[in-house]
């Protein structure tokens, strides 16, 4: 069946790093998707990855995509209390016109 | 830039009562989705639309209806209102389907009582 799993919480202390990590189902997803979500608004694409890579980077984010093992995540280098929001892991499913979505994982940012 | 755009923001429902959400948007895009947003359930598909004149049923369609007269927009309608229907309704376009970015709008609150 069609599924994305994250892990609902994730707490760091200002300037570690963050990992939130996302399993999918859909070995065929051509594009797998990081979207965030700040309090009060709609989602916004933070980056993407195609799934012929193993690694993108973009500035302080870091995604890595395991394909044997479905298995995707994001890394934040330096936290910062903006990037406090709900990050949502997603995949393209190739057979049909859609986005499946995670539930999502809270980020909260410790001083 | 307007991008996309959903009215109202903010309704209070009593069980039985209909409503029609409404998104729109300004930038071309033939694919638009309504997704419901409930805690610890992340975003879930109730419709989707390829192309004006056209709609498809998501993941969760049971309660809605939705329509695609017009390109820009896309209409969310609920008959008979539900408490389980109680939700943060998002909209969501892009170009060319779904290995494109979507561009959301900032969501309706919806209470049914």
């Known amino acids: 069946g069609e599924d994305v799993e994250q892990s609902l919480f994730l707490s760091v202390r200002e300037g570690d790093s963050s990992v939130i990590n996302c399993t999918y189902t859909d070995s065929s997803s051509t594009y797998l998707y990081w979207y965030k979500q700040e309090p009060g608004a709609g989602l916004q694409l933070l980056t993407y990855?195609?799934?012929?890579?193993d690694m993108k980077q973009d500035q302080r984010l870091t995604v890595l995509l395991n394909k044997k093992d479905k298995h995707l995540s994001l890394r934040i280098a330096d936290t910062q209390t903006g990037d406090s929001a709900i990050y949502f892991c997603?995949?393209?499913?190739?057979?049909?016109?859609?986005?499946?979505f995670g539930s999502g994982t809270r980020l909260s940012i410790r001083p | 830039n307007a991008g996309v755009t959903q009215t109202p923001k903010f309704r209070v429902l009593k069980t039985g009562q209909s409503m029609t959400l409404l998104c729109a948007q300004d930038m071309n895009h033939e694919y638009m989705y309504w997704y419901r947003q409930d805690p610890g359930m992340g975003l879930r598909l109730i419709h989707y639309?390829?192309?004006?004149?056209?709609?498809a049923k998501g993941e969760v369609p049971d309660g809605y209806n939705v329509s695609r007269l017009k390109k820009q927009n896309f209409l969310l309608g609920l008959e008979s209102a539900a408490p389980s229907q109680t939700s943060v309704y998002f909209c969501?376009?892009?170009?060319?389907?779904?290995?494109?970015?979507?561009?959301f709008g900032s969501g309706t609150q919806l209470s049914v009582l």
């Open positions: 990855i195609f799934s012929n890579m």
């Open positions: 969501a376009s892009s170009y060319m389907g779904a290995n494109e970015k979507l561009f």
């Open positions: 639309s390829v192309g004006e004149g056209t709609t």
């Open positions: 997603a995949e393209v499913y190739s057979s049909a016109s859609k986005i499946i």
